[in-house]
């Protein structure tokens, strides 16, 4: 156990460095996915023709096809039309296109979570349709998503992983590293692991902290997976 503890200690600065990598990676793409997917979620939920029907194409192309293929084709497709992305650019912007789907879908079950009757009220009393939709129903919806988007949250985190292969050096990219030099795999994917696990953990109270103080009494939704 005392080689264990030594060893864990010994590769700790490096697996430091990926962590604070793959946290990285995690609140970029995050970021951008909310603001490509709450958009996308007010097009569907409200738009119409054309607008809707390509919203609705992207969301799904996105959520039918792996995160590999996005990741791939933004660092090595995008090259070939002249676009080149750093690595870590390319990494955020593959995970924050598959997670702005994602978002789209839980923003929108939480937009039609919401009585259509105080939508209606607000156009009653002379409301825009926007003016109803930002002063209505999004302070609300934005509360209900806390649960469901918590989701995206902890599934960010872990598939930032991808990402090493494109050489950022996030977690796991560090743990191969060592992997390579040490030649002791299991004691190192064991650590890996457990910073993983650590950092959910952590994240998953502060969330459910979040939840309780903004819950709105009446509304429950339950998380997935």
């Known amino acids: 156990m005392d080689d264990q503890w030594a060893f864990f200690l ?129 302070p609300q919806a934005l509360r209900i998503v806390i649960p469901p988007w918590s989701n995206e949250m902890v599934y960010m985190v872990k598939y930032t992983s991808i990402a090493f292969l494109i050489a950022v050096p996030e977690l796991m990219a560090q743990g191969q590293v060592i992997i390579t030099r040490t030649f002791r795999p299991m004691e190192t994917l064991f650590w890996v692991g457990l910073l993983y696990v650590i950092v959910l953990a952590i994240l998953s109270q502060i969330v459910d902290w979040i939840e309780t103080r903004v819950r709105i009494p009446g509304y429950q939704s339950d998380r997935r997976g």
């Open 10 to 138: 010994r590769i700790l600065p490096e697996l430091w460095e990926g962590l604070k990598m793959s946290m990285y990676l995690s609140v970029g793409a995050l970021s951008l996915g909310l603001v490509i997917g709450l958009p996308l979620a007010l097009v569907k939920t409200y738009g119409h023709g054309v607008l809707r029907f390509v919203v609705t194409a992207y969301i799904e192309v996105v959520r039918g096809t792996p995160m590999v293929v996005q990741l791939f084709m933004v660092y090595f497709g995008l090259p070939e039309l002249g676009i080149v992305i750093d690595r870590v650019p390319a990494a955020i912007i593959a995970l924050a296109v598959n997670s702005s789907a994602y978002q789209a879908e839980y923003f929108r079950g939480a937009i039609l979570s919401v009585s259509e009757g105080q939508y209606a009220a607000g156009r009653a009393i002379g409301m825009s349709q926007g003016q109803a939709v930002l002063h209505i129903i999004l």
